[in-house]
């Protein structure tokens, strides 16, 4: 029996529009019948699925956690199963789900059926996969160029990295969560629903996207470059391993600034503080490979 398709497919990523005959291809391979959904525009995404949801078995999101993200209203609204693709640049959701950026395996496992609840973070009851964050990768989120993701990939966060940091300036901050107050200056606030973020680095060591929790860190260095040598405890997610980075752990956060900043959520600029986090627990089921999820 054929399954149908809604086909989300990110024509301005560095693979998008190449990968579109491909992905097509394997899924008619494995009796899935795709519809492409041609959007213009982010904002459309969601919109185009709910409106089509009756059409389709399936959502299937090829490119990376942006567009992952900007399809998560309509995938939890439609109730369908959530495939992924991903020809993104970081792809850190298909690396948290351990779907693999091979075109073939990843259809594959879409097609297998299997399937697992996740949780979505929300941030002023905007969506989010991964991490939704304040300071610094909200600088990084506009250094990072698609000119500049198109040239050099994963290597691009790296070159937007060292820009921003050269110019990065503390802001301070006021962290409110299960009745306690705690005022801050810090670099950056990152508020993590999944396992991974910006390309491979741990929000926190032990972090699952199902487990229910938010993992917080603030950066609250004195020197910007303490954070050369904080970058691997950051890279592995080791946060207690710094005096100098806060971790907390909850079901619910809220950051207010002196004035309203951006928040940057699965690397699109959502919304402005004061902002309101929380978790919908198991919000969204997507397929997955069989076993666990690996550590890294």
């Not at 990110?10 to 529009?17: I, P």
């Not at 369908?80 to 948290?96: E, F, K």
Request: charged letters at 25%; glycine letters at 10%.
């Amino acid at each position: 029996m054929t399954r149908r398709a809604l086909l989300i497919v990110n024509a301005k990523s560095r693979s998008g529009q190449d990968s579109l005959a491909a992905i097509t291809t394997a899924l008619r391979r494995h009796g899935i019948e795709p519809t492409h959904l041609q959007t213009d525009r982010r904002e459309d995404i969601s919109p185009a699925i709910v409106a089509r949801a009756d059409e389709a078995d399936m959502v299937v999101v090829a490119g990376g956690d942006g567009t992952m993200n900007a399809a998560a209203k309509g995938v939890v609204q439609s109730g369908l199963p959530l495939g992924i693709v991903p020809i993104g640049t970081a792809n850190d959701l298909a690396r948290t789900i351990d779907v693999p950026p091979d075109v073939e395996q990843a259809v594959a496992i879409i097609a297998a059926g299997r399937t697992r609840r996740i949780d979505l973070g929300e941030v002023n009851d905007e969506l989010f996969f991964n991490v939704a964050s304040i300071g610094l990768s909200v600088e990084l989120a506009k250094e990072l160029t698609r000119d500049l993701k198109r040239r050099f990939g994963v290597l691009g966060y790296l070159i937007a990295s060292f820009r921003v940091l050269a110019r990065a300036r503390p802001f301070h901050a006021e962290i409110v969560f299960e009745d306690r107050r705690v005022r801050c200056k810090t670099l950056q606030i990152a508020v993590g629903n999944g396992r991974f973020y910006g390309g491979g680095n741990l929000i926190e060591e032990d972090a699952a996207i199902d487990d229910g929790r938010l993992d917080l860190y603030s950066l609250e260095i004195a020197q910007i470059w303490h954070i050369v040598v904080m970058a691997r405890a950051l890279r592995k997610g080791r946060h207690g391993d710094w005096d100098e980075i806060r971790s907390l752990r909850g079901e619910s956060f809220e950051i207010r600034t002196r004035r309203p900043r951006p928040v940057n959520a699965d690397g699109e600029i959502v919304t402005r503080t004061p902002a309101r986090f929380g978790v919908a627990k198991g919000a969204i089921e997507v397929f997955a490979p069989e076993g666990p999820p690996s550590a890294t």
